[in-house]
């Protein structure tokens, strides 16, 4: 080999520092399972549902220890908010590690739709202890028509 050829060579460390960068990029990320969309949405949903369930009581608990009542009076607002956007991020971040389109919209809505039905239908009965298993299985209903939702808003733009 003559000079000439060495030069239009790239050094093979050279070209292991420039493709690192791609590496560090998904360094973060997991790769989803082989596992139905609808599986993983639904598994992501009820955990969320359960999520939203330990703020809830979490809080409770909170509240009777500092206030003697389980009533949270004016700090009950801030405090449901703060657990649907506690929620709605964990959601986001299963998602989008498990490499799901919409990772962010998809909680966002399902977690919407589920405050907004909890409170339409089933206040009066947030007491019951079978509604320890109805909001993590509504909140896997809601993901997958978030999804559902998610999926016609893109064929719409298109």
Request: hydrophobic share 55%.
């Amino acid at each position: 080999m003559s000079q000439e050829d060495d030069g239009d060579r790239m050094p093979e460390d050279l070209e292991a520092v420039l493709e690192a960068p791609d590496e560090d990029a998904n360094e973060g990320r997991y790769d989803a399972p082989p596992l139905p969309a609808a599986l993983i949405l639904a598994v992501v949903g009820l955990l969320c549902g359960f999520a939203t369930i330990a703020g809830v009581w979490l809080s409770e608990r909170g509240c009777e220890r500092f206030r003697d009542t389980t009533n949270c009076g004016a700090l009950g607002l801030p405090l449901l908010v703060l657990i649907v956007v506690v929620t709605m991020a964990l959601g986001g971040l299963a998602l989008s590690r498990l490499a799901m389109p919409h990772p962010r919209l998809i909680p966002f809505l399902g977690v919407a739709f589920m405050v907004a039905l909890v409170v339409a239908f089933l206040t009066g009965h947030l007491d019951s202890p079978w509604i320890l298993a109805v909001v993590p299985v509504l909140t896997a209903i809601t993901f997958l028509l978030a999804n559902l939702v998610a999926r016609l808003l893109e064929r719409a733009d298109a």
